[in-house]
């Protein structure tokens, strides 16, 4: 039954549809022992297979569920002792049993089967990813050029269309068990990720960031040892930030956040010039962010933390005056260059920020005044102010505060002589002498 109406789309079955998957991913979260869900794993596996990827993408989306936890490594490890010891069961077979018995009445967990089934589920999960990944590419490689926005969404082939659905959900299963696999996949992982990100202008921003996302967890985990240049990565995350400006594509805000941690936080970029350029691209999206899903102040949030970090040398030369900036070699900025490294960002100044101070939202203008004054960022990180003040937009609470003035006729509350404190003090009102007032009713010289 699962089989059958997992990949459903009809009207009429599209509430068996989501029953389904819900049912398998919570097989998957309650599973202890792997086997079971080994067996769910493959049975999606061969039906994404058999349909050649035209599956909802909430069949897809369900291996998020799958709490995987195993290396590939431990699984070999753990095949080769599941190995020695079955040749040890075959000599003694008497005793083999009477364990068997044991296990079945303590009803243990066999650390052993959880980790051949995990290594197993994660193989096919990683192939079924594969397959989209690929056909995708090969999909936005042969489709004309064109913007990836919601005006050209109806113009696209089916089989584009389709696919610009299932690759999100396909690239952040990817990057949530890329840490896990071994490396001879990475390898095999990143290159398909650079041909995909080739055609990136094609993909919508949530497909975009989730690729952009996938490579930079695999260099963090097992790809850390590979000697690779993280460009290829680096300057198509510089081209899909401005695309946060659209109202449509403003709500993957989020996303952005956690490209941005991983690329820049996580790890250390050594190149000051790009460092300064996404600081400068970020500032100029905030200024122009979308106010319904406040996503600019978390980027400017995103700003102080690369600045207050790790990258404090870029703060006092992107701070200074364009005229006064002696580091400026010479040249203009240029924005629209598609290397962040070739924008000559120092050749320009943070002005953004001077602007920002006096926006309308609070919160924003809070973090650009604290960034401005390269005060430290409290303990919440960006990605969590994001949901806060998603979290408010929807409640529809707006954030204030209240200032007490003292009114001008009332007397000061700390005196210090005790003289002043007894004695009653009065301000008079000198009235404005005019030749029209209610009292004289001096308006004939206006009749």
Known sequence: ?????????????????IKCCEAVSYVFRSDNQGDI????????????????????????????????RVHEEEAEAAKLHA?????????????????????????TLDKGLLARSQ?????HITLTYFRVIKKAAMIFDRAPQNDASESSYHRHDPEER????????????????????????????????????????????????????TAFKTLLGPGKELQIDPKDYISPLFAQLPRLCSLNDSQYANLALKCMDTA????????????????????TVSMHAPSPYCSAAPLIAMVRSMLNNRYSGVANRLF??????????????????????????????????????????????QQADDCANLRLMQPATPA?????????????????????????LRPPIHINNEKQRKRTQCRFITPRITKATHLNGGMEEYL
């Not at 039954?1 to 549809?17: F, K, L, P, R, Y």
């Not at 996580?266 to 600081?279: H, T």
């Not at 010479?330 to 602007?355: C, H, V």
């Open 320 to 365: 200074e005056n364009e005229q006064d900036n002696a580091t400026n070699l010479g040249g203009a900025y240029n924005p629209k260059a598609e290397d962040p490294e070739r924008t000559n960002p120092f050749a320009t100044s943070a002005w953004e920020l001077g602007t920002l101070r006096f926006h309308i939202h609070r919160d924003t203008a």
């Open 162 to 213: 389709y696919m610009k659905l299932l690759l999100p959900v396909t690239l952040e299963g990817l990057a949530k068990f890329a840490h896990l696999i071994n490396i001879d996949t990475v390898v095999d992982l990143l290159n398909v990720l650079k041909e995909l990100l080739l055609n990136v202008d094609k993909l919508p921003l949530d497909a975009a960031l989730n690729c952009v996302l």
């Open 384 to 408: 969590n102010l994001y949901n806060d003040l998603v979290k408010n937009s929807l409640d529809g609470y707006i954030s204030s505060k209240v200032v007490m003035k003292r009114h001008p």
């Open 264 to 283: 820049f936080i996580r790890r250390r970029d050594y190149s000051l010039a790009r460092v300064a350029a996404f600081v400068k691209r970020l500032l």
């Open 1 to 17: 039954m699962v089989e059958q109406h997992e990949g459903e789309q009809q009207q009429d079955t599209h509430q068996i549809s």
């Open 83 to 107: 190995t020695a010891t079955a040749k040890k069961r075959k000599r003694n077979r008497e005793e083999a049993e009477i364990e068997d018995e044991l296990k079945e009445s303590s009803a």
């Open 119 to 123: 290594a197993d589920s994660l193989h």
């Open 37 to 68: 869900s080994l067996e769910a794993v493959k049975l999606i596996s061969k039906t994404v297979k058999d349909l050649n990827c035209h599956v909802h993408p909430r069949v897809i989306e369900t291996f998020i569920a799958l709490p995987l």
